[in-house]
């Protein structure tokens, strides 16, 4: 079993994840890095190959590290695929959030989002995928303006209380 960090985008997936699988002594992966490791640049897979493209390469990395990988994060818009929903049954999901005013400090000046121009398309995308979001997620943390390692260690006491394994067992 994984756990697996979803959320909007520039929430701190990537941040959260690699902090909370040193914290958990556990096996770590990003499917943004993954697909750009293998691939290239997301704008750059955007452009050439389109969405759905993307989508199908996120789709495959997901599926193979939930099988090997303890601690995953996830793209934004990765859980809004119906298969990727499925493979989460059974996984540990946690959501990552944050306010519009922390999101917009951390999108300004960004181009590595091909889907978020400013904070107007961060919270349409959002809002239209929050409720997938809040259904899939065990639990959910706010990433706004708290230090990281403070964000980590809630997760981190969250696991120890709410899963079977407890921290050092979640895979």
């Given at each position: ?115 978020i ?18 259904r ?36």
């Amino acid at each position: 079993m994984s756990v697996v960090l979803i959320g909007p985008p520039a929430a701190g997936k990537s941040r959260a994840g690699r902090r909370l699988a040193k914290v958990l002594d556990a096996s770590y992966a990003d499917t943004d890095k993954v697909i750009v490791d293998r691939h290239g640049a997301i704008p750059d897979i955007f452009a050439k190959h389109g969405e759905a493209e993307f989508r199908r390469l996120e789709r495959e990395v997901i599926a193979e590290h939930l099988e090997t990988t303890e601690v995953l994060s996830l793209g934004g818009g990765a859980v809004m695929d119906a298969e990727t929903q499925k493979r989460l049954g059974g996984h540990t999901v946690v959501l990552l959030t944050a306010t519009p005013a922390a999101i917009t400090e951390r999108i300004t000046g960004n181009s590595k989002r091909p889907l978020i121009t400013g904070i107007e398309s961060w919270t349409e995308i959002y809002e239209a995928r929050r409720e997938t979001y809040e259904r899939l997620a065990d639990a959910s943390f706010d990433t706004s303006f708290r230090p990281m390692v403070r964000v980590v260690q809630d997760i981190a006491e969250w696991l120890d209380q709410h899963t079977k394994e407890g921290p050092s067992d979640v895979a």
